[in-house]
């Protein structure tokens, strides 16, 4: 059974940085996408960032310029890098990885991210 492992969350500082991390237990070859999404109260949850299984990398308009996506496939293992973090940057964040045709989409169990002004 896949299971993803989350950590990195906290409180932090506005304009502080944060790295977030995500293991997969599954097969990376059955893997199409990684990515995090975040929901706040009250929110829709959403996309932040996500990146394919050929390195292509997508990101909310909010977060471009300041947050980096990356994986390390050795690892199966997805980073967020977060900079220059603004209080409405808070909220849970979730580890997202999309496997198999039809998609199957697996969550972590989230993590808080907390940005104080």
């Known amino acids: 059974q896949v299971q993803l492992v989350e950590s990195g969350g906290g409180l932090v500082q506005s304009g502080g940085s944060l790295r977030l991390s995500c293991a997969d237990s599954?097969?990376?070859?059955?893997?199409?996408?990684m990515g995090w999404y975040r929901q706040a109260p009250g929110k829709q949850r959403e996309l932040v960032a996500e990146i394919t299984s050929g390195g292509s990398t997508n990101y909310a308009d909010s977060v471009k310029g300041r947050f980096t996506i990356s994986r390390d496939n050795a690892k199966n293992t997805v980073y967020l890098q977060m900079h220059s973090l603004k209080p409405e940057d808070t909220a849970v964040y979730y580890c997202?990885?999309?496997?198999?045709?039809?998609?199957?989409?697996?969550w972590g169990q989230g993590t808080q991210v907390t940005v104080s002004s």
């Open positions: 997202n990885v999309k496997r198999g045709w039809p998609t199957i989409n697996y």
């Open positions: 599954g097969s990376v070859y059955s893997i199409s996408a």
